[in-house]
């Protein structure tokens, strides 16, 4: 999956020159940051890995402040961690969750978490519990996550998943189980509700000493160039974008086509966790082929677009800002023609970008509250050696 990804991150154009497009006015609202706001960051491994420190664990606690990684997935709404009581032997080898005498509190409820297509290889159980999270320089005493006592079979390379959905859906709440960003928010211990991504991509060039990073409680100045882009969301708890307008290059010197209203689906999903560059329903995908005047499909059921096919998305964001990537992987050329970049993603009700995507832009994922709205930001990142310093907005971003 690793050289995969690399592969797909690749191929994202930066910049590239805008298509013709009719302007739309946006419907969003950026978010103001606090005079008093400050950044609590995180080191941040390949594909959002970061690390808590939990429970008895915590400093706060008097504990070693020994940490766990998990994903902290923008597409998963539960949290698990794999907790120290668990005996199945998937769960040794891991750093594992042990609960605090001082705030530990068992909601006696137990849980089973369904992820992809379910089955005992993609289902967790969990006792709910409340207990003290850490994250970079900050803490809550008492939060709610699950506590895995039963794995996968198949076991699980992370020690956990935190899932980053929102507990508040256009500005009420709609989560019994709000994440840690909202419940510290909430509490007064950040002063915005926001998750700020820098996460390098596998071909980013940087100086010594600047790092993928990841930030609550506001936005790093350092980290992104000109100003953040913000997209209007629905009101979903998931992060999805409404009505963003499409674009298709077919290549082949083509002409480029206004396909918004040639797709069915009209919303996009943003989720950290999916490895692929951007997931597309059925129906869609065939549409998008047909668009492209693709080759195939073969044997297999494959098809290989036109190398040059490029797709642009615009999602009415405050700058009204055009997103352009290559539809291939450029290393598979045969002829004029490559293996697609984009796939297709089933029975699924939106479009799904995933981490390759992101991974190029400097992402604020911006919670909201009640009676505020829920945004999230894309910025320019920043490649220069100020990025590996941080600064809080103060105002707009
Ligand atoms: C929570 O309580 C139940 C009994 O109500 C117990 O079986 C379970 O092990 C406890 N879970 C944790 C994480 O302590």
């Not at 100003?227 to 002409?255: C, E, H, K, Q």
């Amino acid at each position: 999956m690793v050289a995969i990804r690399a592969l797909l991150a690749s191929l994202i154009a930066r910049d590239s020159a805008a298509p013709p497009i009719v302007r739309a006015t946006s419907s969003v609202v950026a978010p103001v940051f606090p005079a008093d706001s400050f950044l609590a960051e995180s080191s941040l491994g390949f594909s959002y890995h970061a690390t808590l420190s939990l429970g008895a664990d915590a400093k706060v606690n008097g504990g070693s402040g020994n940490t766990v990684q998990v994903l902290l997935d923008t597409g998963a709404s539960a949290d698990w961690v794999v907790w120290a009581g668990c005996t199945e032997s998937v769960c040794s080898g891991h750093n594992v969750y042990h609960p605090s005498q001082q705030h530990f509190r068992n909601l006696s409820i137990h849980e089973s978490l369904v992820y992809g297509d379910g089955g005992p290889a993609n289902t967790i159980s969990i006792w709910r519990v409340d207990d003290t999270v850490t994250f970079g320089s900050v803490s809550i005493p008492s939060t709610p996550f699950g506590a895995a006592d039963s794995l996968p079979s198949s076991g699980e390379s992370l020690d956990g998943n935190f899932g980053m959905a929102r507990a508040y859906c256009g500005g009420h709440l709609c989560s019994k189980y709000p994440g840690f960003v909202e419940t510290m928010y909430e509490s007064g211990i950040i002063k915005a509700p926001a998750l700020s991504f820098y996460q390098l991509a596998p071909d980013d060039v940087v100086p010594s000493g600047v790092q993928s990073s990841v930030a609550i409680g506001g936005v790093d100045r350092n980290k992104y160039i000109g100003t953040m882009d913000w997209f209007p969301l629905t009101d979903d708890s998931m992060w999805i974008i409404p009505n963003g307008l499409r674009y298709v290059t077919p290549g082949n010197n083509a002409p480029i086509v206004d396909a918004t209203k040639k797709f069915t689906h009209t919303s996009l999903t943003l989720d950290t966790g999916d490895p692929e560059l951007l997931g597309l329903p059925t129906n869609d995908w065939k549409t998008l082929v047909n668009l492209v005047g693709a080759q195939g499909p073969d044997s297999n059921g494959n098809y290989l677009f036109p190398c040059d096919a490029t797709m642009t998305l615009n999602f009415r964001g405050t700058q009204n800002r055009d997103y352009t990537f290559t539809l291939v992987d450029p290393t598979t050329a045969k002829g004029n023609y490559c293996s697609p970049a984009a796939n297709d993603a089933g029975n699924t009700k939106n479009w799904i970008m995933g981490s390759p995507f992101f991974d190029h832009y400097y992402t604020v994922w911006y919670f909201g509250d009640r009676g505020v709205h829920s945004t999230i930001g894309f910025g320019q990142k920043n490649l220069g050696a100020s990025a590996a310093q941080s600064t809080p907005v103060i105002g707009y971003a």
